[in-house]
């Protein structure tokens, strides 16, 4: 509407502009300066604090780079042990050698011995569990053990925190100091970050003065100078602070276009209302095209903003009132400055969500245990995310955490909690797939990221996902289970709720050391039986519920061969055990196995598909998810990577 009041003293008065909603205020500021690219810059970790990635980041390595020990004490074969117990110690001799961090292994861990090992040491070859030092009772080149130990005890397998080649860290993520941790774990030394957008900030008034000065009669402090330029460092933005304009048109013409010459940003406060002397907003209309796109919104307080799109570049004049001014800042300004910036919107700092799983925990000591939010059909989920005390993943994974008294033993499955958030940005993904991890399914849902879309992929095996799937926790369950009796891949899995998205086709193999001359000349079949009658040759497993280790079983017959309890979570330390001689041979996919450099024998064509929530299909994230699966980008993309869209 138009103010119609007639002028004071004969001075004429600029009227405000149509005085718009919130929301069509909102709508017109993005229309003009969105969608626009962000600037880049390369960073070095130590600068990259409170940044945001530019570009995802992929692992180079595998983290840890080898299979290492949890705890100091003893490296051994848990087999050895099975029958120990308190009337019954079992004794092992010392090898004679000790494993520190840094030091590489020489000896085999063979029956009936166990090398002394440090906390990060790389395991030896033979062994597949470490026992504490203090469950051990010396008994002079030897040990004693009075309690059995169970396979792959207080081991890290190599790439259990960090797989090679997996996405590490999506683009628009706010570089922390737990992301620093994960890049400088890696070896990453420097990232592409989105350049901080510069933002000058001006103050106008004639009555203003600069805090430490002087106040002369109807003269006040300039508080908004100080409150904007903080608030803007405090969302992404570097800001400029060029002082006080006295409310003289030529010398604020002046001001502002030296300000929006070397920033990309300008905000000032004041000189928005109908006053003779507010002149910003007639300057405004002068600096670049389209010009004022709102002078004038519905709230209260903040009526007097003004918005403003010169030449690409935003021009905010807020309202002179400091309460004014920040209310608007935050409601309004924040959103499009973090944006500006590559960062996410601002959320709260605590929310309360429900345990779907059980959490067991130590008596008398307070635990944290980090959770990832996810939707469910009640409301938000907290998923513990934790992959160990030597895992920095974890942090990536989480949102927050939860924390268990002292007294207590764990916390239901079913409680309600309250979630402390790492981080006030946080949000609730928008698509939760959880179940077998594959590099293809990066590919598929990049993007989705780049739309937007937040992904939060959670692998816990085939298995896993299908019971995640079942109780609502998950939107897409990945699996690749194959069902002996009919030959046909993971259809006869599926339980009432749920259906099945054929995904794409991978090859599984054997994979071996090249040269390797027991399997020289064989195929897969050939080679497990050429390593069952070879009572030197180590294998490495996968874990139990994992589509592999079923594959593998039916090859095995049964058979229990040195190493089958050696049980790894993933292709990558698969291939990253046998490249590293601490196995010699295994089971995983192509890619990874051209990855590592082995050799690789087929066996089959497994078929990786997507147990979907039915209730979920038709939900905006899932219908995303679903035409990127058949694209054409994406076909191209995972035929790159060695896979077969179905």
């Avoid at 989920?381 to 974890?394: C, D, N, Q, V, W």
Wanted: with cysteine; hydrophobic share 45%; charged share 20%.
């Amino acid at each position: 509407m138009n103010d119609t009041s007639a002028p004071r003293d004969g001075i004429a008065q600029d009227q405000f502009l149509t005085i718009l909603s919130r929301e069509e205020a909102i709508a017109r500021f993005d229309a003009a300066l969105f969608p626009r690219e962000i600037p880049q810059e390369m960073r070095p970790l130590a600068h990259a604090l409170g940044c945001a990635l530019a570009q995802d980041v992929v692992t180079p390595v595998d983290v840890p780079p080898f299979d290492r020990s949890n705890v100091d004490g003893f490296a051994l074969r848990a087999s050895d042990v099975t029958d120990a117990g308190e009337s019954n110690p079992v004794r092992l001799a010392l090898n004679a050698e000790q494993i520190a961090c840094g030091v590489f292994p020489n000896l085999v861990v063979t029956p009936g011995t166990a090398t002394p090992i440090a906390t990060g040491g790389p395991v030896p070859r033979g062994a597949d569990a470490i026992v504490m030092i203090e469950q051990t009772e010396p008994a002079g080149e030897a040990i004693d053990l009075r309690r059995a130990v169970t396979h792959g005890q207080f081991i890290s397998y190599a790439g259990s925190d960090m797989a090679r080649g997996e996405i590490l860290l999506r683009a628009g993520t706010l570089i922390g100091a737990r992301e620093i941790g994960m890049l400088a774990a890696c070896g990453i030394a420097e990232i592409a970050v989105a350049r901080r957008p510069r933002v000058a900030v001006l103050s106008t008034g004639d009555e203003l003065v600069q805090p430490g000065g002087v106040l002369a009669p109807a003269q006040i402090f300039d508080t908004n100078g100080a409150i904007v330029t903080a608030a803007v460092t405090e969302n992404g933005g570097e800001a400029i602070f060029l002082g006080a304009i006295p409310d003289d048109e030529q010398k604020l013409e002046a001001a502002m276009r030296k300000a929006l010459a070397q920033s990309d940003m300008l905000i000032l406060s004041g000189g928005t209302s109908k006053g003779a002397g507010d002149v910003s907003h007639r300057i405004v209309s002068r600096l670049g095209a389209p010009g004022i796109v709102a002078h004038g919104v519905a709230l209260k307080p903040g009526k007097p903003l003004c918005l403003a799109v010169c030449d690409g570049k935003p021009v905010v004049i807020l309202p002179g009132f400091p309460t004014s001014a920040m209310f608007t800042f935050h409601d309004m300004i924040v959103p499009v400055l973090r944006r500006m910036a590559g960062l996410p919107p601002r959320t709260d700092a605590t929310l309360h969500a429900r345990l779907p799983v059980r959490v067991s925990s130590e008596l008398g000591r307070a635990e944290f245990v980090m959770v990832s939010l996810v939707g469910g059909a009640q409301g938000l989920l907290a998923y513990p995310t934790g992959k160990g005390s030597g895992a920095i993943t974890s942090f990536a994974q989480a949102d927050g955490f939860l924390r268990v008294d002292a007294l207590a033993d764990q916390v239901p499955a079913g409680s309600d909690v309250e979630v402390t958030l790492f981080t006030p940005h946080v949000r609730v993904p928008d698509l939760v797939v959880i179940g077998s991890h594959c590099v293809g399914l990066d590919l598929v849902t990049a993007p989705l990221a780049r739309n937007g879309l937040l992904v939060r992929s959670i692998a816990v095996g085939s298995l896993g996902g299908l019971a995640a799937a079942r109780r609502g926790e998950c939107d897409l369950a990945p699996i690749h289970l194959l069902d002996e009796k009919s030959g046909v891949y993971n259809k006869a899995y599926l339980a009432e709720g749920l259906e099945l998205i054929e995904g794409w086709r991978r090859m599984q193999g054997i994979v071996h050391r090249p040269g390797d001359p027991r399997f020289a000349g064989l195929d897969a079949k050939a080679a497990v039986v050429a390593a069952l009658r070879d009572p030197e040759c180590l294998m490495v497993n996968r874990n139990q519920g994992a589509g592999t280790r079923i594959l593998l079983d039916q090859l095995l017959v049964g058979a229990r061969p040195d190493g089958y309890w050696n049980q790894p979570r993933s292709h990558n330390a698969v291939a990253a055990a046998v490249a590293q001689n601490r196995a010699d041979w295994g089971m995983t996919i192509a890619p990874v196995a051209a990855a590592y450099g082995l050799t690789f024998l087929p066996f089959r064509e497994e078929h990786y598909d997507f147990a979907l929530v039915t209730a979920r299909k038709e939900s905006f994230a899932v219908q995303a998810f679903l035409k990127s699966l058949h694209s054409e980008e994406s076909r191209r993309a995972l035929v790159a990577a060695g896979l077969e869209p179905a």
